[in-house]
Structure formats: C-alpha cells, structure tokens
C-alpha cells in the first residue's frame, strides 16, 4: 500500500499534466479559431476584390456572409480602398475615357443614335478610317458614365454572345453597330452580308432596305458553306492580285499608296449557339485569319468558335441570382476590352421605321453614285470606231470593285451563253454589249445578227423606223428580228445563213492558204472580212417541240459553233433558263464551245454544274466567265444600266459616221411586210410573177410564182377564210399584171363564183391592164368550155410560144363542182394541164385542200398541174394529199402561210403575209 506522501505526489503531478494538456489544447483550439477567422476574412476580401464592393453586397448569396460582425473589419478595409480608388477614378478619367473614344471612332463610328438623319456617309475609302466603333455606355460601380467601343474594320473581329433573353438586345446592337460602318462610308464601300442559321429572310431587318441596290446580301440558312467560300475567295484573289506587291494588308496598302483597291466586306453570322460542323468551323478559322488584312469583318452572335486573333468578344450574359424570365431585370454587357469589372448599357435600339428610312437613303445615295461613277457612258472608248477586231472583239461592260472589265470574243472565247431570269437584266446587258461593240467597231469591223425570240422588241430601236418619226438606224446591224416567237423558221434561217458563210469564207482561207480569220484578213487586206455576231435573245424557242426545225437548227448550231471560231462568226445566245431544251440533250459538245459565260442574278445552269456563284448575286450585277463556268473563272462583275438615250446616242453617233451602209433586213413578226416594197424587189426578166408574201429568212426576199410559159405553172390560193384569201389572191394577180412583158396585151377573166367574192372581183377590175372580162356564176360553165377550146387552139396551131397571156382568176373556186358537169370538169382540168403551156394560167382560190385535190385526181390531172399553191389557215395534215402523202407538221398561224413552188422547192417554205395579202 503507498504511502500518503507518494499519492499526494502522484496526483500533483497528473494534475499538472492535466494543466499543460488542457492550455495546450485550449491554445490549439484558439489559434485554430484564429486561422479561421483569417481564412474567412481573406476569402471575403478576395471575393469583394474580385466581385467589387457593391457587386458583392448586391449577391444574395454573399450578403448573407458579408453580414457577420467579424468580417466587419474587411468591409471597412475594402470599403475604405474602394474609396481611395473610385474617387479617383471618378475624377478625369471617365471623360479622358470618352474623349479617347471619340477620337478613334469619329462621325458615325461614335455618334449618338438618337441623332441620327437620313444621310448617307461621304468618307472615302483612304479617308480617316475609324480605328473604333462605338457600342454603348460603360460605368464602373455605377459611377459616371463613359463611352464604349471595339475594333472592327481593320481592326478585328467581333464575337458577341447572348442568352435567351437577352437575345434581341444582342441582335439590336449588332444592328447599329453594321449600320454605323455603312452610314460612316461613301455607300458602295461597305458590303454586308447576313447569315442566320434560324431564319430564312435573315437577322438584322432593319438593314433590308440595303439589298435594292446590293449592299446587303441574306444567305441561306441552309448554304453557310457556300458563303464562306465566297469569303474565301475574296481573301485569295486579294492576296494573290492585289496584296501581291509586298503589303500586309488593305489598310497598309492604303496608307502607302494613297488608294485602296478593294471595298470591305463585314459578313454577319447569326447562330442559335450550337457548335458548328467541323468543316465549316475549321473554313470559319481561316477565313478569320486572313480576313482583316483583306477587308472581311466576321461577326458572330451565338455562333460557338475558337477565331485566332484579332478577335473582341461582347457578353450578354445574365448575372447569378437574375431570373432568366425577368425581362426587366437589367442586361449586363461586358467586353473583352473593357473587362469584367467594367457594365457595358448598349446603346438603346433603333426603332426599325428609323433604321429603315437611314437605309433607304443611303441605298438611294449608292444607286445615284453607282449611276454617277459606273455610268455606262464613261466606258465606251473615246475615239469611237477605231476598234480593230482581226483579232478579236472586246468591249467594257461593267467594273469589279472598281476594275473594268471586258467581255472578249475572239479564238479562244467563240462563243457566250448569257442567262437569268425575268427582270434579272438579261436584256440591259445585251443592249450594252451591242452598244459597245457600236461604239469600238465600224461596220467593216463587225456585223450584227439581232433576234429576240418571245415577242420581244429590244432590238426594235436598231432597225429604220417604218414609220418615219426617225432617220437613223445601227450601220453594223444586218439583220433584226423581233417578235418572232411564233416563226421558229427565221432562226433556222439565220443559221443556214451563217453556215454558208462559213462555207464561203473556209473556201476563200482554203485558196489563200489560211487557217483562220485573222490569217486571211492579213494575206487578203482588200477583202471585207469583218466579225459576225449573231445575238439570239431567249434561243430556247428556236428548239421548242421534236419536228423537222429543231432537228434542223441543232445540227446546224452545233456545225456554227464548232467552225464559227476559225471563220470570225460568234454566237450570243441569251435564255432564261436552258435546263428545258429537249433538242439539246445529250448534245454537250454544243455548249462546250461556249467558253464565255455570263450569268445574272439567279441564273441557273449558265456557268459550270458545282459553279452556283449566280444564285446569290445582287441586282445589276452578273459573273463574268471566259473559261468555261469554272468556279475560279468567276469575276463579279457590276453592270451599269445601259439606258436608252445613251444607246440612242451610240446608234446616232455611228449612223452619222456610216449612214452610206445599207439597210438592215428586218423581220417583225407583228408587222405586216410591205406589198410595194417586195413587188418592187421582184427581178425584172419579162417574166410575169405571183407575189404571195415575203420568205423567212435573212433577205426578206419576196415569194413569188413565176409564171411562164411552161406546164404547171398555176397558183392556188388555199384557205377558209375568205378576206384573208381573197386579199392574197387579189395582191398575186396585181403582181402578175404588174410584171407582164406585154400587159396591154394581157386578158383578164374574173369569175366569182360565190357571194362573197364578189367584191374581190369588182375592186380588183379597175387594177388590171389589157383586157378584163368579168364572168357571173351561171355563165362560167360556157365560158370554161370556151377557155377549153382556146387552150386547144393555141396548142394545135403549132406556134413556139408567143402568145398573149391569158389569166384566169377564180374566186371561190370549190363552187365549180357543182356548177360544172363531168365534160365542164374535164374542160376545167385541159385549163390547169395545158394552159400554162400556151400562155393560159389559172390563179384561184379553193376553202379547203379536198375539192382541190379531187379536181386534180387522175387521170384528168395531176397534182403537179397546179404547180405553185399557197395555204393560209389550213392544218398541215389537210395539206398531206397535195404533198404526195409526205408527213407535213404545222400549225396555221395569224399573217402566215405554207408556199410551195414546185419548180424551185420540194417542201412548203414559210412565207410572211404581206400588207396588201391578209397580213396582220
């Protein structure tokens, strides 16, 4: 057992142990409250620091922490730095701030919307270009405000990103800041272009106006690959054509040479904040790399992508503890240039009436200075008429961005095909390239072959007035066709033409040893040898239908475009569309001869297959391609409005020089040709001559019926309706009479054999020489057998011709069945086989191919008795017997009609009514 004192000791000494352990622990446990305390005061003092003072009060979430007494030291201290700093800063520096900005972001870069007036900016392209563009009001803890801006132009990109509802905020401010950099500039300097995967008119509406004259173009939804690379090939072509000089940039080479070649290009990209494909972001990257120092600003909205700098980015993202629903809860905008610290308030939206009336001016300002500087005026060439084409034809039609550019036609470019639709321009530029090759080249140097298919009447100016209201006319035009859209026929004619020239000048090269135009012009000076250009508008009706003049003119089309190259003979054809022309298929050899391409706003399958660069050209402008449609041929070519005084001028201007040529051939299928003007061109060799119209073809030669002494040689006049037919039948015996060797020994006899024929005779007598008998209907049977007796006569007498012509006109000639018996018949029958023979030639007119085809039934007669018939109004398949049973397709029309003259043709040919034969 121990003893007390030992115990006692013991105790003393545990309880001493307990004494140390317990101030250990107690001074553990305070010095860990201390860390603590500290650990959370640092960490309040970073949060404040970071979050700023009354941002972080501001947080719910932080408030309730911020609220302990024991922190109430840190808030003093941060409170007390705040203080010391803010007031500085709200001393000069937000109006140094401002003051800087207005500096870099000048006129319209800078300005307040409220201001804004409907005028458009007049910076040039080497003016002072703005190095900012303002979009709102920055503060920094609510203190005084200050302006905010990005670099754009030049400058860098921008990447804007938003959330649901703070979308349409984000789009407003995108809005205004693209129509800041349209307003600062000239118009035409500046070119938007909008892509909006969401919709399919677009972002950005208040900026539609822009598009009437092509400085805003909305892209598919569907095509952003397409527009990045358009993107694309602007960055190349200007590295490789206009940076090639050993500048950096656009800005550089402005800066260096005073001139800046090149518009900028600021493309809006509007996305819903999914990731792209991967194709498209890594085009997206490169276009961002080369972009600025070739004019082109990206700005995205809510289109996710990493862009290599120079890029800013502008957040419209909601703050913690903001309901995303609250739609009144302010929007914090914050910059990458500014910094987190820094609420950015965007300027407040331009009402969209206001954005609209700004746009409209400025569009209004672009189109009056596209028509001042790119007037199509300025590029004909000065002198006129001096132009040379031994190698070539080329004229100006237009600029690319700013550069004039040409369209050639020569060995290596035959050809063009020109396409777009309805209102797309089609026809204005055609009219100037025909007024520029006027205005280049006289008439030894260029012909002009003008058809407008499709009631068309563009060319119609060209050719002399028939009415008289003017004198002049285009010398180098030698032939014009106009409303032909039914006389399918005269564009097969044009083509036979050209294929004999072809033929003549091969021929004359052959002889002289050349192999193509130019070498036979040099050895041949003395020759007139100029170009051929055969301009055919809308073409695709020449090979309507699968019939004998398709067939015909795609052989022939295909045989000019693969010769015409080396004989100087180029073809122009114009179409809306070409996809449609049944004859064409699977005749691509055709088109491979068109190397020259030229296709207008929405034109389809003018330039190569994968080539749909058209589809999202702006109005007055076309691509211009001499290789063939390949998409790297492609140049945007911008083409003036050609207008009619400026053309009139062009055409005045060559008729005072060459008014000596002759007159151009012209075919206008609305106009009647004239009666007078074809009898006075019928040759003048003594024999009598039918005139029944005019042919279609390139000469506007008269059709007529020689009437000599010789078997067959009758005219028939087939047709129902009596005004037209008896019109044609009247003009053909007034021709008849007035080319007679001997008309004063001429007899006439006029049998009208129905009612309404009647006043046909009685106005027809009166303009008839030599002797006219009139004979009624109940005295035609005795007079026939009289006619017979004669025509008997004359060839029992032996005599060798010699005899007093005798013309026999019957109106109404299908009557004639039932007033005659069989021997009436048979007498009618020895007129048509024997008459011609001995200077007795029946002119009549049958209703209908039947009657006639029955009185010609063998063995009385025969088909070839009438040797010369024309039919007007008459289906092709009534005509068949006439024919000899061969297949005749064709369609009666208005003022036409089917001739055949046996002698010279063995198929109907087309002929024009003329003015004084039913024409229309």
Request: hydrophobic share 45%.
């Amino acid at each position: 057992m121990p003893r007390p004192g030992r115990r006692e000791r013991i105790r003393t000494a545990f309880d001493a142990f307990h004494r140390a352990a317990s101030r250990a622990l107690g001074a553990a446990e305070n010095r860990r409250d201390e860390a603590a305390r500290r650990h959370a005061e640092v960490l309040a003092e970073l949060w404040l620091r970071e979050t700023g003072h009354d941002a972080a009060r501001r947080d719910p979430g932080l408030a309730r922490v911020l609220d302990n007494p024991r922190l109430a030291g840190v808030l003093a201290r941060v409170a007390e730095d705040r203080a010391h700093v803010f007031d500085r800063w709200q001393g000069d520096s937000p109006r140094a701030l401002s003051d800087l900005v207005a500096g870099a972001a000048p006129g319209a870069a800078g300005d307040d919307p409220a201001g804004w007036r409907p005028v458009a900016g007049t910076v040039e392209a080497t003016g002072p270009v703005p190095e900012m563009w303002v979009l709102g009001t920055g503060s920094v803890e609510g203190g005084a405000p200050f302006r905010v801006a990005v670099p754009l132009l030049d400058g860098a990109h921008l990447q804007v990103v938003s959330t649901p509802r703070t979308r349409e905020r984000a789009e407003a401010m995108v809005e205004q800041l693209v129509l800041r950099t349209v307003r600062h500039f000239r118009p035409g300097l500046v070119n938007v272009h909008v892509w909006d995967v969401g919709r399919l008119a677009g972002a950005l509406p208040g900026l539609y106006p822009l598009t009437r004259t092509g400085l805003l173009t909305v892209h598919d939804p569907t095509r952003l690959g397409r527009l990045l690379d358009q993107l694309s090939d602007r960055i190349r072509r200007v590295q490789t054509r206009v940076l090639a000089e050993g500048a950096g940039s656009l800005r550089q080479l402005a800066e260096r040479t005073g001139e800046r070649p090149e518009t900028w290009l600021v493309a809006v990209l509007v996305g819903n904040g999914r990731d792209l494909p991967e194709a498209e972001l890594r085009q997206l990257q490169r276009v961002a790399r080369g972009g600025v120092a070739a004019g082109v600003a990206l700005v995205l909205l809510d289109v996710p992508a990493a862009l290599p700098r120079p890029v800013e980015t502008v957040d419209f993202g909601d703050p913690p503890g903001v309901d995303p629903e609250d739609e009144r809860a302010p929007v914090p905008v914050r910059t990458s240039l500014t910094g987190p610290h820094v609420l950015v308030e965007p300027d407040p939206p331009v009402p969209a009436d206001d954005a609209g009336v700004v746009c409209e001016a400025v569009a209004a300002a672009h189109e009056q200075w596209r028509g001042r500087l790119g007037a199509f005026r300025d590029m004909l060439p000065s002198p006129r008429h001096a132009g040379c084409s031994r190698d070539g034809l080329t004229v100006e039609i237009g600029h690319e961005d700013g550069i004039p550019a040409e369209l050639t036609l020569d060995d290596h470019s035959p050809h063009a095909l020109v396409g777009g639709p309805s209102g797309s321009g089609k026809t204005n530029l055609l009219l100037a390239w025909i007024a520029g090759l006027a205005a280049t080249y006289g008439p030894d140097e260029v012909e002009l072959y003008l058809l407008d298919f499709k009631e068309g009447v563009s060319f119609t100016p060209f050719a002399p007035d028939p009415d008289g209201h003017r004198a002049d006319r285009l010398p180098q035009a030698r032939l014009i066709g106009v409303n032909i859209n039914t006389d399918r026929e005269f564009g097969l004619a044009l083509l036979r033409h050209l294929a004999e020239v072809m033929r003549s000048r091969a021929e004359a090269a052959r002889r002289h040893g050349a192999t193509k135009l130019a070498e036979l012009r040099e050895s041949r000076p003395e020759m007139s040898l100029p170009r051929i250009v055969a301009v055919i508008d809308e073409f695709q009706f020449l090979f309507t239908g699968r019939d004998a003049v398709s067939a015909e003119a795609t052989a022939l089309l295909e045989d000019v475009a693969r010769r015409g190259r080396s004989q100087g003979v180029h073809l122009v054809l114009a179409s809306q569309d070409v996809s449609g022309i049944d004859a064409l298929w699977g005749r691509s050899a055709i088109f491979e001869q068109f190397v020259l391409r030229i296709a207008l706003p929405r034109a389809r399958r003018i330039l190569a297959q994968d080539n749909e660069a058209a589809l999202a050209l702006p109005r007055w402008h076309a691509i211009v391609n001499h290789d063939s449609g390949v998409a790297h041929g492609n140049r945007v070519v911008r083409v003036p409005e050609a207008g009619g005084p400026v053309v009139r001028d062009v055409q005045v201007a060559a008729y005072e020089a060459f008014g000596d040529t002759p007159d151009p051939v012209v075919f206008d299928g609305a106009r009647a040709p004239s009666f007078d003007a074809l009898a006075a061109r019928l040759p003048g060799d003594g024999v009598a001559r039918a005139l029944v119209g005019q042919f279609v073809d390139v000469h506007g030669s008269p059709a007529a019926a020689a009437l000599p002494d010789a078997p067959g040689r009758n005219l028939g006049v087939i047709g129902p309706d009596a005004r037209v037919a008896l019109g044609l039948l009247s003009a053909a015996v007034r021709s008849v009479a007035a080319t007679l060797p001997d008309p004063s020994a001429a007899e006439f006899v006029l049998v009208p054999l129905t009612p309404d024929a009647t006043p046909a005779a009685v106005a027809l007598a009166p303009d008839l020489p030599g002797a006219v008998e009139k004979v009624s209907a109940d005295g035609f049977a005795a007079r026939v057998a009289e006619l017979a007796a004669t025509v008997r006569g004359r060839a029992g007498s032996g005599a060798d011709g010699g005899h007093p012509a005798l013309l026999v006109v019957l109106l109404g000639a299908d009557a004639a069945e039932s007033m005659l018996d069989r021997a009436g018949t048979e007498d009618l029958r020895v007129l048509l086989r024997h008459g011609p023979g001995v200077g007795v030639h029946v002119l009549g007119w049958w209703q209908g191919a039947q009657r006639l085809k029955t009185l010609l039934a063998p063995p009385g007669a025969a088909v070839d008795d009438l040797g010369a018939w024309v039919a007007t109004g008459v289906q092709g398949t009534d005509l068949v017997p006439l024919l000899g049973g061969q297949p005749l397709d064709w369609t009666p029309s208005s003022g036409r009609a089917l001739f055949l003259d046996r002698s010279r043709f063995g198929r109907p040919q087309l002929v024009m009514l003329t003015d004084a034969g039913g024409g229309r």
